[in-house]
């Protein structure tokens, strides 16, 4: 397994005599192989800083599906130690399929908040990002749009796009409307949203800000980072450049789940080890690594994402927003709805 990508965003030679925190110099034989769902070029940064400092080599398998059917597969014989996802769906289904194992870690522990960590063990969140709605500068009043909740109101009928219904990203929020509005109201606000869309689903959570300005429609549901990634990007600039970020849900009613003040809705990219790592102390050093202050600047200011451990700085552009209220919903709740959200999707004919 040898997959190595020459974009790398930090100069190498600079690196090799930094001492980080968990990495020991070992073998330079020594190796890790990584099962990614996140595209390479978001992680292997990091992976080249680790790899700098320890001697030890990261192998980057990139499987955008099947990940779970290739683990099972593989069974004993797989050379997986790590894997990565960008979503606590897919995480949790290969941990629920017994494919990963516990691992105690106190360096794991201090930097990773309860939360974003399984209390088994087995699943570490990495980074947290936002499932914003943005809006149209020109054609859509400030503060029209504040809730999830208002994306099924009848007065946006034609004016929403967003990627498909199947994908993990909208699978999640469908599955948090789920836990915070039980499946009967959940299912109506989705068929609600349905109605409203401008076009069928189609292209990533960039595509929706592009359908934005060029006038195809009006609101979208996106990642938060995407924005910060469109900004950096001189072709894109002008899509984020022609809306207006909304972190939903932050005013109104708060306290019990269902109420509009009960924050943004959050997930989170994480990893776990395999159950059969075959470089389990390797792997270990890689995990600690990762959750490390170095590792989690880098994911911030890099990635545009929100790092896991408390403290570090955003990037620029995502400070640029302000801080705002995160819905604090156990996402191992959210991701056990997911199956029923992702039913949901197929009855109300989402991506018809
Ligand atoms: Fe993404």
């Given amino acids: 397994m040898k997959t190595r990508l020459s974009v790398t965003l930090v100069t190498l030679a600079t690196l090799t005599t930094i001492v980080l925190p968990g990495v020991s110099i070992s ?12 595209k390479p070029q ?49 995480l949790s289904d290969i941990k629920n399929a017994g494919l990963t194992q516990a691992v105690q870690s106190t360096a794991l522990d201090n930097n990773i908040p309860a939360s974003m960590r399984d209390p088994e063990h087995h699943w570490f969140g990495l980074t947290s990002r936002a499932r914003i709605i943005v809006t149209s500068k020109d054609r859509v009043g400030d503060g029209d749009v504040t809730t999830y909740e208002d994306l099924a109101e009848p007065k946006f009928k034609g004016m929403i796009c967003t990627r498909s219904g199947k994908h993990a990203y909208m699978v999640a929020l469908t599955a948090a409307m789920i836990v915070h509005h039980g499946a009967a109201r959940a299912e109506q606000w989705l068929t609600g949203l349905k109605a409203n869309l401008a076009r069928r689903p189609e292209g990533n959570d960039r595509a929706q800000v592009k359908a934005i300005k060029q006038g195809a429609c009006d609101i979208a549901v ?15 600039k002008p899509w984020s450049d022609a809306v207006r970020v909304v972190f939903p849900n932050q005013t109104g009613q708060t306290g019990q789940t269902g109420q509009t003040g009960r924050g943004t809705h959050m997930n989170i990219s994480g990893m776990a080890m395999t159950k059969h790592a075959p470089n389990r102390d390797h792997a270990l050093q890689l995990m600690e690594f990762l959750a490390s202050e170095k590792a989690q600047q880098m994911y911030a200011q890099l990635n545009g994402e929100y790092a896991v451990k408390p403290g570090v700085a955003l990037a620029d552009s995502v400070q640029a927003w302000g801080d705002f209220k995160r ?26």
């Fill in 27 to 38: 073998d330079a034989a020594a190796e890790v192989n990584v099962y990614s769902t996140r």
């Fill in 42 to 90: 978001l992680i292997q940064p990091m992976f080249d800083v680790f790899t700098a400092a320890s001697g030890i080599e990261v192998n980057v398998v990139f499987a955008e599906k099947g990940m779970l059917e290739k683990l099972r597969s593989e069974g004993v014989n797989s050379p997986a130690d790590l894997v990565f996802t960008a979503d606590i769906g897919p």
């Fill in 222 to 236: 996106i990642n938060h980072y995407y924005m910060h990634k469109m900004l950096a990007d001189p072709k894109q």
């Fill in 327 to 352: 819905d604090h919903v156990d996402l191992a709740e959210v991701a056990s709805y997911r199956r029923e959200a992702s039913k949901m999707a197929d009855r109300v004919g989402y991506d018809d």
